[in-house]
């Protein structure tokens, strides 16, 4: 009798694991602001995108894409990308990063929508079903 629920079991097991693919290959170049200085690697960190659509003056509206900050004492600090890739511009993407947040004098005296990081590696992150 409970071998007759393995195979079921193996397939809901499998169902649920997750694999990192990438979208496409994409030579990430690295930030072209000489005032940025690198301060903290990133390594294989879990995120997601932020899609945040914006109205100006005249009526017509733009969107700017942020990477969501973990673990940031329950606040909503995004990351800005300065090389972020448009194959990755996708609202609530999962994606795996590797990077460095960058730095510059008097960062900490500005008002800024998010912390400031280059990536050096985006991928995909999926769940396969």
Known sequence: MRLRFLPLLTLLI???CRSVQTIEPVELSGCDDPK???????????????????????GTSFTNYYLNQPDVAGLTIPWVACNFPDAYKKDKLAVRINGYMLTYPG??????IGDPIELTRIDVERQTK
Request: hydrophobic share 40%.
């Open 14 to 16: 499998l169902a649920n």
């Open 36 to 58: 940025y200085s690198r301060a903290k690697q990133l390594q294989d960190v879990s995120t997601f995108v932020i899609a945040q659509t914006h109205m100006r003056a005249d």
């Open 107 to 112: 960062m900490e005296r500005e008002n800024q």
